[in-house]
């Protein structure tokens, strides 16, 4: 089964951005699944944070909306999460999952905070 392995987490001050990684065990895995990342804040509940298709469309939550982008490089095998203007609210745990195939990534911290 393919396995996701997210990277690029960190702590940062409010206004700064950061570039999430999720790469893939498999070649092409994001050619032929929908890719989405989430994200869980500690007492929360996961909550979806943006989907990328296999057609190349994108969507996302209301509350990052024009500060974050999801994309996938050509080879298919990594997608990323680039983070823009964050703020104390972005401060989660992030991580990356196949939805067809219900493989999630281990998680990534993000911590923004001045």
């Known amino acids: 089964q393919v396995q996701l392995v997210e990277s690029g987490g960190g702590l940062v001050q409010p206004g700064e951005s950061l570039r999430l990684s999720c790469a893939a065990s498999?070649?092409?895995?994001?050619?032929?699944?929908?890719v989405a990342w989430y994200r869980q804040a500690p007492g929360k509940e996961r909550a979806w944070v943006a989907t990328h298709s296999v057609n190349r469309e994108r969507s996302y939550a209301d509350y990052v909306k024009g500060r974050f982008r999801i994309d996938r490089d050509d080879h298919g095998n990594t997608a990323y999460l680039d983070m823009n203007n964050l703020n104390t609210e972005d401060t989660a745990t992030y991580y990356c999952h196949l939805i067809r195939l219900g493989v999630w990534g281990q998680g990534t911290q993000v911590t923004v905070s001045s």
């Open positions: 498999s070649r092409n895995t994001f050619f032929f699944n929908d």
